[in-house]
Protein backbone atom coordinates (compact mmCIF):
# COMPACT_ATOMS: atom_id res chain seq x y z
CA UNK A 1 0.00 0.00 0.00
CA UNK A 2 1.16 3.66 -0.16
CA UNK A 3 -0.14 6.37 2.40
CA UNK A 4 -0.19 9.97 1.16
CA UNK A 5 -0.17 13.04 3.65
CA UNK A 6 -1.14 16.49 2.43
CA UNK A 7 0.14 19.31 4.28
CA UNK A 8 0.25 23.31 3.88
CA UNK A 9 -3.59 24.33 2.80
CA UNK A 10 -5.20 27.23 4.67
CA UNK A 11 -6.80 30.58 4.31
CA UNK A 12 -5.09 33.22 1.91
CA UNK A 13 -5.99 36.39 -0.03
CA UNK A 14 -6.73 37.02 -3.96
CA UNK A 15 -3.68 36.69 -5.52
CA UNK A 16 -1.94 35.23 -2.62
CA UNK A 17 0.40 31.95 -2.46
CA UNK A 18 -0.20 28.87 -1.01
CA UNK A 19 2.35 25.34 -1.54
CA UNK A 20 0.95 22.72 -0.77
CA UNK A 21 3.45 19.21 0.11
CA UNK A 22 2.23 15.52 0.09
CA UNK A 23 4.91 12.72 1.14
CA UNK A 24 4.49 9.21 -0.06
CA UNK A 25 5.06 6.28 2.05
CA UNK A 26 4.95 2.41 1.73
CA UNK A 27 5.33 0.94 -1.55
CA UNK A 28 7.25 4.02 -3.56
CA UNK A 29 8.16 1.44 -5.91
CA UNK A 30 4.91 0.92 -7.66
CA UNK A 31 3.97 5.01 -8.17
CA UNK A 32 4.60 6.23 -11.66
CA UNK A 33 2.70 9.43 -11.52
CA UNK A 34 1.48 11.95 -8.67
CA UNK A 35 -1.40 14.41 -9.09
CA UNK A 36 -3.05 17.38 -6.99
CA UNK A 37 -6.93 17.05 -7.46
CA UNK A 38 -9.64 19.56 -6.02
CA UNK A 39 -13.17 19.42 -4.95
CA UNK A 40 -15.50 22.07 -4.06
CA UNK A 41 -19.38 20.76 -2.56
CA UNK A 42 -21.58 18.87 -4.77
CA UNK A 43 -18.96 19.04 -7.90
CA UNK A 44 -16.63 16.26 -8.92
CA UNK A 45 -13.08 16.01 -7.73
CA UNK A 46 -11.27 17.54 -11.08
CA UNK A 47 -7.44 17.25 -11.45
CA UNK A 48 -5.36 20.19 -11.08
CA UNK A 49 -1.54 18.89 -11.74
CA UNK A 50 0.42 15.66 -12.31
CA UNK A 51 3.48 14.90 -12.60
CA UNK A 52 5.79 12.08 -13.52
CA UNK A 53 8.20 10.27 -11.56
CA UNK A 54 10.86 9.62 -13.64
CA UNK A 55 10.19 12.07 -16.10
CA UNK A 56 9.57 16.22 -15.82
CA UNK A 57 6.44 15.73 -17.87
CA UNK A 58 3.68 17.59 -16.48
CA UNK A 59 0.45 18.05 -17.44
CA UNK A 60 -1.71 20.94 -16.17
CA UNK A 61 -5.79 21.69 -16.00
CA UNK A 62 -6.43 24.72 -18.27
CA UNK A 63 -7.76 26.72 -15.21
CA UNK A 64 -4.17 27.06 -13.02
CA UNK A 65 -2.35 26.96 -16.07
CA UNK A 66 0.64 29.87 -15.55
CA UNK A 67 -0.50 29.92 -11.99
CA UNK A 68 -0.11 26.46 -10.25
CA UNK A 69 3.46 24.65 -10.61
CA UNK A 70 3.86 20.82 -9.79
CA UNK A 71 7.11 19.23 -8.16
CA UNK A 72 8.53 16.44 -6.72
CA UNK A 73 11.52 15.74 -4.59
CA UNK A 74 11.92 11.64 -5.47
CA UNK A 75 14.57 12.03 -2.75
CA UNK A 76 12.04 13.08 -0.24
CA UNK A 77 8.98 11.15 -1.96
CA UNK A 78 7.17 14.10 -2.19
CA UNK A 79 4.94 15.92 -4.63
CA UNK A 80 4.74 20.21 -4.31
CA UNK A 81 2.36 22.65 -5.43
CA UNK A 82 3.09 26.00 -5.93
CA UNK A 83 -0.43 28.45 -6.47
CA UNK A 84 0.46 31.84 -6.97
CA UNK A 85 -2.27 34.57 -8.21
CA UNK A 86 -4.87 32.74 -6.26
CA UNK A 87 -8.31 33.51 -7.27
CA UNK A 88 -11.45 33.02 -5.06
CA UNK A 89 -12.69 30.21 -7.71
CA UNK A 90 -9.52 28.34 -6.76
CA UNK A 91 -10.95 27.75 -2.91
CA UNK A 92 -11.72 23.95 -2.49
CA UNK A 93 -10.13 20.82 -0.61
CA UNK A 94 -7.28 20.08 -2.16
CA UNK A 95 -5.92 16.06 -2.79
CA UNK A 96 -2.84 14.43 -3.96
CA UNK A 97 -2.93 11.01 -5.44
CA UNK A 98 -0.41 8.82 -6.96
CA UNK A 99 -1.29 6.17 -9.97
CA UNK A 100 0.39 3.16 -10.57
CA UNK A 101 0.30 4.44 -14.43
CA UNK A 102 2.63 6.58 -16.41
CA UNK A 103 -0.20 8.57 -17.61
CA UNK A 104 -2.74 9.68 -15.84
CA UNK A 105 -5.14 12.61 -15.69
CA UNK A 106 -8.56 11.50 -14.94
CA UNK A 107 -9.59 10.60 -11.12
CA UNK A 108 -9.80 6.58 -12.48
CA UNK A 109 -6.30 6.81 -13.31
CA UNK A 110 -5.28 6.79 -9.72
CA UNK A 111 -4.48 4.70 -7.18
CA UNK A 112 -3.78 6.21 -3.69
CA UNK A 113 -5.15 9.21 -2.05
CA UNK A 114 -4.32 11.39 0.50
CA UNK A 115 -7.14 12.96 3.40
CA UNK A 116 -7.27 16.08 1.80
CA UNK A 117 -6.63 19.98 2.65
CA UNK A 118 -8.68 22.64 2.85
CA UNK A 119 -7.66 26.04 0.73
CA UNK A 120 -9.80 29.30 1.12
CA UNK A 121 -8.86 32.06 -1.17
CA UNK A 122 -10.99 35.32 0.15
CA UNK A 123 -11.60 37.79 -2.25
Known amino acids: QVRMVESGGGGVQAGGSLRLSCAAS????????MGWFRQTPGKERDIVAS????????YYADSVKGRFTISRDNAKNTVYLQMNSLKPEDTAVYYC????????????????WGQGTQVTVSS
Open 97 to 112: AASEASIATMKIDYDY
Open 51 to 58: IQRSSDNT
Open 26 to 33: GFIFRIKT
